[in-house]
């Protein structure tokens, strides 16, 4: 490690970046499948499923191109692409959940 | 000894990307960049201004995701505010929070070009959408609360 380097802690800042995001991630899909379970039953922890999945793949990606491995560190705008299209695919689908929820007048507590 | 920036690469290996397409892959050049909108111009920037500009879109991620879990959760939770009011700002806060990954992918790939080509880093993308929205969304969740 080169520490006097002090493009080492952008990287790490970006890291770290990266890290809360997938945070976020596993949260919202958990608290989200939470709230579908009401409307889809058991079947929303599939959401759970797959946003934790996301989460994980994103927090592994986003080291291995931490990391500098040649050919992760060049797939940036792929990563930054798919998480973009990701949270936009997760906005519409809260958009359905709201619609249902405001439809159904389900309600959590 | 990582190798972060390698910032003396030569610019004009960019544009011959797309050319030696058949050439044998190495590990350095096995896929053209996504997007070519951004990649194709200019030359590779210091590392750090690659990292920032990765990191602004992040924020904004975490921004929508946040405006997301606020309109669902404004909704699901059934909180004492005229139904109608709560609905819209519900509704507003989680189109902002799906148009805002779009918006911060845009304004990503517009800095990303800025960086590479040593231009003026363009406006920010999309700022007024965000806080006119997040405005009207807490002036109806207000209003909801005193109209109750």
Do not use: K
Not at chain 2, 115 to 123: E, H, K, N
């Amino acid at each position: 490690m080169s520490d006097a380097d002090p493009r080492s802690l952008a990287r790490e800042r970006t890291r770290l970046s990266w890290r809360r995001t997938a945070l976020g991630l596993a949260g919202g899909a958990v608290a989200g499948a939470r709230l579908l379970q009401e409307v889809v039953g058991p079947a929303a922890w599939l959401l759970a499923l797959a946003g934790l999945t996301a989460a994980l793949l994103v927090a592994r990606f986003a080291r291995r191109r931490h990391e500098a491995d040649p050919s992760v560190a060049q797939a940036g705008g792929r990563l930054v692409t798919t998480v973009a299209v990701g949270t936009l695919l997760v906005g519409v689908a809260a958009l359905v959940v709201l619609l249902a929820l405001a439809t159904d007048r389900v309600s959590v507590l | 000894m990582p190798q972060p920036g390698r910032p003396d690469e030569p610019p004009a290996a960019r544009p011959a990307a797309h050319a030696d397409d058949r050439a044998p892959r190495t590990a350095e050049a096995s896929r053209p960049r996504f997007p070519a909108r951004v990649y194709a111009v200019g030359a590779e920037p210091d590392a750090r201004f690659s990292l920032a500009n990765e990191r602004t879109f992040l924020a904004w991620v975490r921004t929508a995701l946040a405006l997301l879990a606020g309109g669902v959760a404004l909704e699901a939770l059934d909180l004492p505010v005229l139904p109608g009011l709560r609905l819209a700002a519900a509704v507003l806060l989680v189109v902002l929070g799906t148009l805002a990954p779009a918006l911060a992918w845009w304004g990503w790939a517009r800095t990303e070009r800025a960086i590479r080509t040593g231009r003026a880093l363009p406006a920010p993308v999309g700022f007024a959408v965000l806080v006119v929205g997040a405005c009207a969304a807490g002036a109806l969740v207000l209003i909801g609360l005193v109209l109750r």
